[in-house]
């Protein structure tokens, strides 16, 4: 941990704080040291993070050194300033999470202004902070009813791409389970000459990135691409990163390529509260990295190991093991329930591993161990998809952008040792059709 190297182990927290070097970088998102931090608390009465945040932006991006913002302030503050003061989603309001889940299920606002409005919002207009969270809530709990707010999404969300430093785009268009063809690939790389794409890049998640493209060309790129969005913009299901598996490796022993895809089309519309990427190994080797995913499958023989909670972000966490099942069906059931529950649950723009960590493992297996309840988790999940789905083309279409939306699949029916039609064929036979 920043600052902490200098002192031994052994050293009470406060003291390895009081140790830190004034210029040592608490916030490496935005270079906020130390000493700003400290002279923010002592001279601007800043008593709380979100004081602190505002003042110094440390812990403003990616909220990793939140912990040290904290450690600081409570070291630093005078007597009774760093008591703990509770703090709302936002300055717009004093309520956390829970209290406004609750209170829109027992009043059942449908509008993000109606919830500003019925639970008195300091900022009749809200922030960029909470606008984005309550249109995720609102259609977390009402789906098929709420209406997507597109204003209320983020500019990446808005635009379908990545915003750069540089002001320009990047483009991902979504390749499921990280398996392509050489036509799909000449059509990318005639896109990438025709808008005079400066850089084409591989990214982490088996995809590629098309990088430097300018905003006006969006919609016209994306038409040509004709291809689904990877949503590498997204709070929702990134990527299904996948190894070979048992179609070409010696050390297969399931097919990771065909659940990885399986898993990516099932679930690639679905709104979640953060990013959310999942990874598929054939074997426990492991070569797809599936125990630092939110969702990660690792292949054994005769059977899948389910793993939650990982992240190889900024504070790398590996996986806890959920479970161990038999199916390829209950693997898809069990990834639907996770997710669902994890949706209905977690804290807007908290990962995976930070929820793990807060709630801890327990009662996510106690919520999907009873397989009615497993099965109405998924179900939502499945509700919820669906009408990203049409969403997703309305904001398209409102943005003018001509990208394709994915087609539609049927709705896997589980049913204990029975697989859907779909994929009782192998998949060497669906590899050599695609190839042929």
């Not at 927290?13 to 130390?34: L, S």
């Not at 969702?295 to 054994?300: D, M, N, P, S, T």
């Not at 999940?381 to 699949?409: K, S």
Request: charged share 30%; glycine share 12%; proline share 4%.
């Amino acid at each position: 941990m920043l600052g902490f190297g200098a002192v031994g182990t052994a050293a009470s927290p406060e003291t390895r704080f009081e140790a830190m070097a004034e210029d040592e970088i608490v916030c490496g998102c935005n270079g906020v040291p130390k000493g700003a931090i400290v002279d923010a608390i002592r001279t601007k009465g800043c008593a709380t993070v979100n004081a602190i945040k505002g003042c110094t932006k440390a812990s403003a991006s990616c909220g990793g050194c939140k912990p040290l913002v904290e450690g600081l302030l409570k070291v630093y503050a005078d007597g009774d300033a760093a008591e703990a003061v509770k703090e709302g989603i936002c300055g717009c309001t004093p309520l956390g999470r829970d209290e406004i889940v609750a209170e829109i299920k027992r009043m059942r606002p449908k509008t993000i202004k109606e919830v500003m409005s019925v639970l008195e919002w300091r900022n009749e207009e809200g922030c960029s902070k909470c606008r984005p969270s309550l249109n995720y809530y609102l259609g977390m709990l009402w789906p098929g009813e709420y209406e997507d707010v597109k204003e209320s999404r983020f500019t990446n969300e808005r635009d379908h791409a990545n915003i750069q430093k540089d002001g320009t785009y990047s483009v991902v268009p979504r390749i499921y389970g990280g398996v392509t063809s050489p036509a799909e690939l000449k059509k990318i790389a005639e896109v990438a000459e025709r808008f005079d794409v400066p850089m084409v890049k591989f990214t982490g998640g088996q995809r590629l990135d098309l990088l430097g493209v300018k905003k006006e060309d969006l919609p016209l790129m994306w038409e040509a691409l004709d291809m689904p969005s990877g949503h590498a913009y997204g709070k929702m299901l990134r990527t299904v990163k996948t190894c070979v598996g048992s179609t070409f490796c010696r050390f297969g022993t399931q097919d990771s390529i065909g659940m990885g895809i399986r898993l990516e089309k099932e679930f690639e519309r679905l709104n979640t509260p953060a990013k959310v990427k999942l990874a598929v190994s054939g074997c426990p080797r492991n070569s797809a990295e599936a125990t630092i995913k939110d969702f990660g499958v690792v292949a054994i023989d005769g059977g899948w190991e389910l793993h939650v909670g990982g992240n190889g972000g900024v504070h790398v966490r590996a996986t806890d093991l959920l479970c161990v099942v038999k199916t390829e069906d209950e693997v898809v059931e069990y990834a639907g329930a996770f997710l669902q529950y994890y949706r209905e649950n977690a804290n807007w723009n908290e990962r995976t591993s930070n929820w793990i960590e807060r709630v801890g493992l327990e009662p996510v297996k106690r919520a999907l161990e009873i397989a009615e309840e497993r099965a109405t988790l998924f179900a939502g999940a499945a509700r919820d998809d669906a009408g990203a789905d049409q969403r997703d083309v309305g904001r398209l279409c409102a943005g003018g952008q001509g990208c394709r939306p994915a087609e539609r699949r049927r709705s896997v029916r589980l049913r204990p040792g029975r697989r859907s039609r779909s994929w009782n064929v192998g998949w060497r036979a669906r590899w050599r059709a695609r190839w042929a």
